[in-house]
């Protein structure tokens, strides 16, 4: 494969130089591969230093010492002893930090099963009942839009209507279905799954959709002339032929829930823990190396989600 | 002329319209709210109609200094944005030719995209911190910091930008005919021109749209910001310190005002994206004919 590529760039330039022969010559023409480097370039830089040694960092922190205020550049294994604190003592109690995982797993798989369900159909009807190009581009704009306004005041658009005094609440006490105000609907599990189901969907219904548009209608009218029931088309043809969509899609969310700190702390009302939370926690008792520590745990978890995830679809082959 | 419509058009058409109910309800709710008479609480029902909290926001008697954080997100938002096209398009424009390191950018790109914001801010805080130790111990004592919004704020925002900028990239060029250019060069165009005159006008409209996303990805970002924005504050990390404090409408008058600024970008944008694949079709230039 490499060879064909340097036979190519060996051949290309030849030939564009061949055509500046004739206009008034200039400096010589730039290599193709440096003038990639030129254009690539910049982008890689800003990967390596404000993502990959940013990452470097993390694991080399984690194993660092620390004090009340400070960090120390010397080896411990402190942020980690800390963070696994009391596990193996308290068996068969689970302790505080796998509490705190299996409750952020909880709520990404409620997350997880409910941005996918909804993200299935809307891009369902979004590819296959929607006909007419602008129908379709005008309505993905409309599923679009609120990704380009504020999480924040996403979520904080909940608080008039979930409160104590919220629409919900005053509305279900008129009807007299309730005497006193529901108090877990804001400011607790139920919320912050809702705040982020409200969120992310988006994320679901974008690679979803992206996969069913490219599927041959053809195929779906073979299926039926086959004799195929639509239950059986959807789960024999389209459902796999929309894995790869899933599968990204899934992967978003995912990653998104695992890490997230503000959406359980702003709708949990702080008091929900999660691996995200731990992270932002001790970055705030200014303990980086345990913070790090925590940082590389979920990075391996999240890596290890994915992972098994890719095993169902080959991404770099649909991609 | 038209089929019948199966029934499960119909259920999936109210699914959708519950879905985009879901999505829009709550906002439109805050937005309303911002416009509570001066005595209103933070529900419904409203107590008059007032644009009093949103004129406190703008003397800057209410809760923070709206204009500093104000400045310092649009300030930061434009760079982003400018930066993210510039080096989304360059980049987009090497991926067409294969070149080593093209499959370590692709994945480091991904992988900014998917590994949980916290991670990537504490990593930069902690780059920076240790640069600052550094500074301080080898060159000079005095020094404060380095982090701020323009170093590590604006690398911080690149990671969530430009990920985005590459994949719209990415789809840009799967539809767009090489042959285009080539006629260019055939006809005597440096690849500069090629790129000025031919490549630039068509895939125009979906550079802007590369701009809207990184206009505002960097406006609303607060994950990223977090850790690595240094001392100061942009509007959304403002606005989320609120949400544990808050007590009266004053938080729903600021998230209208982000939002405000979001959808005139958002306007902004598509107009303009609609107005040049308008010009484009008008002006019967068969640049664009290939592309179908």
């Avoid at chain 1, 193996?88 to 505080?96: F, M, R």
């Avoid at chain 1, 798989?109 to 409910?114: E, G, M, R, T």
């Avoid at chain 2, 107590?47 to 009093?52: D, I, R």
């Avoid at chain 2, 067409?96 to 991670?119: G, M």
């Amino acid at each position: 494969m490499d060879t064909s590529e340097d036979i190519l760039q060996q051949a290309s330039p030849d030939l564009v130089r061949g055509s500046d022969t004739a206009r008034p010559a200039k400096a010589a023409r730039l290599s193709p591969s440096f003038v990639s480097w030129l254009q690539a370039g910049p982008m890689m830089l800003v990967f390596l230093a404000f993502f990959l040694i940013p990452l470097v960092f993390v694991v080399i922190v984690s194993f660092w010492d620390y004090n009340e205020y400070q960090l120390l550049p010397a080896f411990s294994g402190r942020g980690y002893t800390d963070t696994f604190e009391g596990c193996i003592a308290q068996l068969p109690d689970l302790c505080t930090i796998a509490k705190t995982y299996l409750k952020t797993l909880k709520l990404c798989f409620l997350v997880w099963a409910i941005t996918l369900f909804i993200g299935f159909w809307v891009a369902y009807f979004l590819a296959f009942h929607v006909k007419s190009k602008t129908w379709q581009m005008g309505l993905s704009l409309l599923c679009t839009i609120p990704f380009w306004t504020s999480n924040v005041i996403r979520m904080i658009a909940w608080i008039p209507l979930l409160g104590r005094n919220g629409l919900v609440n005053s509305g279900l006490m008129k009807t007299g279905l309730i005497s006193q105000p529901l108090e877990w609907l804001l400011f607790s599990e139920f919320s912050v799954v809702l705040a982020l189901v409200h969120l992310f969907t988006f994320f679901m219904v974008v690679p979803i959709f992206n996969s069913m548009i490219r599927i041959d209608k053809s195929l779906i009218e073979a299926a039926y002339d086959a004799g195929a029931t639509g239950l059986q088309t959807l789960v024999n043809v389209i459902v796999p032929l929309a894995k790869p969509g899933i599968v990204i899609g899934s992967i978003f969310v995912i990653t998104i829930v695992m890490g997230d700190f503000i959406t359980i702390g702003v709708m949990g009302g702080q008091q929900i823990a999660a691996a995200g939370k731990i992270i932002e926690t001790r970055v705030n008792a200014l303990q980086f190396p345990a913070a790090a520590a925590n940082a590389v745990i979920l990075l391996v978890i999240t890596f290890l989600i994915i992972t098994m995830m890719s095993r169902i679809v080959d991404i770099k082959k649909e991609l | 002329m038209k089929e019948g419509r199966p029934r499960s058009f119909y259920v999936l058409a109210i699914f959708f319209a519950a879905y985009v109910l879901f999505l829009y309800g709550p906002m439109i709710a805050i937005y309303v709210l911002s416009f509570q008479g001066p005595q209103g609480g933070l529900t419904f029902p409203m107590n008059g109609v007032s644009t009093y909290w949103l004129a406190k926001l703008f003397q800057g008697t209410g809760i923070i200094d709206l204009g500093a954080s104000f400045r310092r997100s649009l300030l930061l938002g434009v760079i982003v944005m400018a930066v993210t096209v510039v080096l989304s398009v360059a980049a987009g424009m090497a991926f067409r030719r294969k070149f080593r390191a093209q499959s370590i950018l692709f994945y480091s790109a991904i992988a900014s995209l998917i590994v949980p914001s916290i991670i990537t801010s504490l990593g930069i805080s902690l780059e920076f911190r240790i640069i600052d130790d550094l500074i301080k111990a080898h060159w000079n004592e005095n020094f404060e910091t380095s982090m701020g919004l323009l170093t590590s704020g604006l690398g911080a925002h690149l990671t969530w930008t430009l990920p985005f900028g590459l994949l719209i990239m990415f789809a840009i060029f799967n539809r767009f005919d090489p042959r285009l250019e080539e006629a260019a060069r055939d006809l005597g165009a440096t690849p500069w021109q090629a790129f000025r005159h031919v490549v630039l006008p068509i895939i125009l409209p979906s550079v802007i749209g590369i701009g809207l996303f990184g206009f505002t990805l960097s406006w609303d970002e607060l994950a990223r910001s977090s850790q690595a924005i240094g001392a100061v504050n942009t509007l959304p990390l403002d606005l989320q310190g609120l949400t544990t404090t808050v007590t009266n409408p004053d938080i729903y008058a600021l998230g209208t005002i982000i939002s405000a600024v979001s959808f005139a970008v958002i306007t902004l944008a598509l107009g303009t994206i609609h107005m040049l694949n308008k010009r484009q079709a008008a002006k019967g230039s068969d640049a664009g004919k290939g592309l179908v």
